[in-house]
């Protein structure tokens, strides 16, 4: 990560403690904007026209989309992080408020550190809460009502009027700001985009001639978006599933994971209808629940498909006792796990990586699942392809773990690279090669790398039958419940796990030199620890060494990565250090002494702030 | 009216002894309904002449679910996880619905925890044969009632079951399944007709075999043992199956028999016997079977056929050739789809 042009400008906390002393200074390129609004009102709209605008100034941004699990009328904020230095994660503190929501406006701005900066809707009044910030009131419902004859879309309408407003206040360029809108709406809706076009300009014209900025915060071109793109992971994922050939799709519709499946099925029917007859290259079905939905995966997957299922935490849990039986029957299957918090009624719409340990170990007796970490939506679309070539080569079920907050929100990626290497199907005898060899035996471990050769059912040749079943088995796949056959059955699965070390992708590793501590983190808690070790450096001159998981079994890179380091920082975004867990399960205990937690469980994504502050804490610094 | 039955041959039309439809060694009970249910199945595979490298034979789990492994050993077998077959099974006929797909369950692993799959399989009209074999009880846990026992009816320690019955049969009807038949073990010609028909149905063929336990559920005051169906079963016709590769004509009566071509063109004849019973009339099938709910006496035979309805793979407007086996190039857009994606989000 490059921190260059940081230096070019002040960071807002050196603007805040400016401001008090009365000399204003700019910041540019460095802050964070929060939208508070009501659910259902259409803000997502005027907010990613917002952050787009800015993507196409070509300043690094992200958003990211706090929403209750309502479908109107609750409170929901969106965030938007503008970073020169490219940081991406959530910025702790909010420096610029755009208060629509009367229920939360004061408790947001009481949130607000000082000098922050205001817009707000008018009757709101919130400029007699405090008086250590910047307010901008104005006066929404009388500056939509002429660019919106139609009462009942100025609800909608009118929070593109605050866009207008904060093009002002900002300094966004209005043209980027139009394209922006244009492109969100899309060439099918040009009427809407032109009604909510001339609300963007009726707040920019009155912000232009009734306000006086005086807030330090900018935002200033830094050249384009070039290649770059905006998407979301469960849409790069389903991207990613498109490219690797999945042919079969089942699923049962859980938040956050249903915008993957949804993505998906729209992907399918663009780019995989067969081209002469029109007919799918592919099935989905919406089930029942999760068991039928990863039942019919284990079934097309045993029957020789590419098959799939994508659900989150309370989905998993339904879904432990058939992946015990395609890992004992050694059926592959790829599981995606958009990770949500807690329960069933906990946070459906708060993120959190609450599934590392549960989908490891998932089921019943010895298990031991492939998970993978995509922690950007590239990973998201590499990762897929890379999972059903694992699956269908172990012939065993493959995590994907993501998050609410890379699956859900949108984020600025460059363009996915076309999958190059071919389509892997892992072994499979054909009806040749078992006239060749007269027969085979199921879950022989002919290679020694505890993956047997399999047939596909309808290969036609007789001797290609064999019977799959979890209970006891031979390594021709007759019943048994003979001590030595299930001890060899465990036995070859474990050495399945460790040819699987060999195969998943290594972690990403940036060594600081001489440095006594080090951090490991995975997913999307690369962005808090990424900036946390620069502000570690930059903040307590301590440096730090840098290691991100990108799967599970763990390779070799960990325990030499640990033995290099006095002391490591295990970042996890859940109450009972999972992944740190998960290292002690694995990792020679003479290392252990050496692992530290920094855990983050709030459902918000993990921020950097908290990460330094609790290894300033835990160092003693 | 006679039937010129074909002589017992030793070998089917693609030339294979009835060995090559046999699986391994029954462990069930002796005298278990299931083994005779057993020894059908693999006549009517048989005599149907199907390869059977093209047939999928899937369970849940249970005394029924074991049986798959007792039939065919020459096709592919998945003894699954317990109630949840309908769902192994539909996707397996997703990755490849050019399979000719058998399920074998119980009424546990059926009517009770896999009740949402079974329902939703009907729903859907998955193409396959889905047999219960019914008993009423669970034998693998020793005894205990499932959701098929009869009200009334009596286990061996003495408890008696105040809880109405599913009937699986009227839950295939109203759901959407497309071929629905009850049967009684002990009846070999008509569960055999039964079979070798559903062989020939595209769409979810629903077979409810009543099977005496003879370990738990062959008591007095049981209303699934072999003396109680042999007194109770009231067939609604008499059936005659003829094959689509045979061509057998038969004099009847006039008015006494009903004929019902398969998809396959195998002829199903249904002769008359106590009723005129008309087994395209859903609304007819529906009231016989609430009709005898109450009088103790058990209908079997073809309950319910339609032959219009789409099956679910069809509805799903699939390729001809199976999905498991499609070429990279068929499943892998060009270079050009990731373009045309990404250029969309810039």
Known sequence: MSITGVTATLSSADARSAHRNDQPAR?????????????????????????????????????????????????????????????????????????????????????????????????????????????????????????????????????????????????????????ALYKQFGPRKVKAAELNWNAVQAGKRWAEENLTKQDPYWIERLGTSGRQLIIDGNSALALGCVFAGVTVLTWYPITPSSSLAEALINYLARFREDPETGKATFAVVQAEDELAAVGMAIGAGWAGARAMTATSGPGISLMAEFVGLAYYADIPVVIVDVQRAGPSTGLPTRTAQGDTLKNVVLSHGDTRHPVLFPSSPEECFTFAGLAFDLAERYQTPVFINTDLDLGMNNWVTDPFPYPEEPIRRGKVLTAEDLERLGGFARYRDVDGDGVGWRTLPGTPHPAAAYFTRGSGHNDKAQYSEREDDYVNNLDRLARKLEALRGDVPPPEIQLAPGAAIGFVCYGTSRYAAEESRDQLAREYGVAASYLRLKAYPFTSELERFLEAHERVYVIDQNRDAQLLGLMRLDLPVPLLGRLRSVRHYTGLPVDARSVTNQIVQQEGL | ?????????????????????????????????????????????????????????????????????????????????????????????????????????????????????????????????????????????????????????????????????????????????????????????????????????????????????????????????????????????????????????????????????????????????????????????????????????????ILYVDKTRESFTQSLGLVDAPLATLPQDRVRPPREALEQAMEELR
Request: glycine share 10%; proline share 4%.
């Open chain 1, 27 to 179: 910041v540019v390129n460095d802050f964070s904007i929060q939208v508070a609004t009501v659910n259902g009102s259409g803000s997502q709209t005027a907010n990613n026209v917002l952050m787009r605008a800015i993507f196409q100034m070509g300043v690094p941004v992200s958003g990211k989309n706090l929403f209750p699990s309502n479908i109107a009328g609750l409170p929901t904020w969106f965030t938007i992080r503008a970073s020169a230095a490219g940081y991406i994660g959530r910025k702790k503190e909010t420096d610029f408020l755009v208060a629509m929501n009367p229920e939360t406006g004061v408790e947001d701005v009481e949130k607000l550190d000082a000098g922050a900066a205001v817009v707000y809707d008018e009757p709101l009044n919130l400029s007699r809460v405090r008086s250590d910030v910047t307010f901008y009131s104005v006066p929404f419902d009388k500056l939509t009502v002429p660019v919106c004859p139609e009462a009942r879309l100025r609800k909608l309408v009118r929070n593109m009027v605050y866009d207008g407003v904060v093009a002002h206040l900002l300094g966004i360029d209005l043209e980027e700001m139009r394209k």
């Open chain 2, 1 to 301: 009216m006679s039937a010129a039955a074909a002589p017992p041959r030793k070998t089917n039309r693609l030339g294979l002894e009835v060995i090559s439809y046999k699986g391994g060694k029954t462990t069930l009970c002796a005298g278990c309904g299931h083994n005779a249910i057993t020894e059908r199945l693999i006549e009517a595979f048989w005599e149907m002449g199907v390869a059977p490298w093209k047939v999928i034979k899937l369970s849940g789990i249970g005394c029924s679910s074991k049986t798959p492994a007792y039939f065919l050993g020459l096709s592919h077998g998945f003894n699954s996880v317990h109630g949840r077959a309908a769902a192994v099974a539909t996707g397996a006929i997703l990755a490849n619905h050019q399979l000719q797909c058998i399920v074998v369950s119980g009424d546990g692993d059926t009517a009770s925890i896999g009740l949402g799959n079974f329902m939703h399989m009907l729903r859907r009209n998955v193409p396959l044969v889905y047999v219960i074999e019914n008993n009423g009880v669970y034998g693998l846990t020793k005894g205990q009632f499932s959701a098929t026992a009869d009200v009334g009816s009596r286990q061996k320690n003495g408890i008696v079951n105040e809880m109405p019955p599913i009937d699986c049969c009227l839950a295939a009807i109203e759901m959407g399944a497309t071929f629905v038949a009850r049967s009684f073990s002990g009846d070999k010609k008509q569960l055999s007709a039964i079979l070798k028909a559903s062989i020939g149905h595209h769409g979810l063929a629903v077979i409810d075999v009543i099977s005496p336990c003879t370990t738990f559920n062959d008591h007095e005051g049981s209303t699934k043992s072999y003396s109680y169906m042999r007194e109770h079963e009231e067939p609604l016709h008499d059936l005659h199956f003829v094959p689509f590769f045979e061509d057998i004509s038969v004099d009847y009566e006039e008015g006494t028999l009903r004929e019902v071509v398969m998809h396959d063109g195998s002829r199903l004849r249904l002769r008359k016997l106590d009723r005129d019973y008309d087994p395209t009339d859903r609304m007819h099938a529906v009231a016989a079977l609430h009709e005898f709910e109450t009088t103790g006496e058990v209908l079997t035979g």
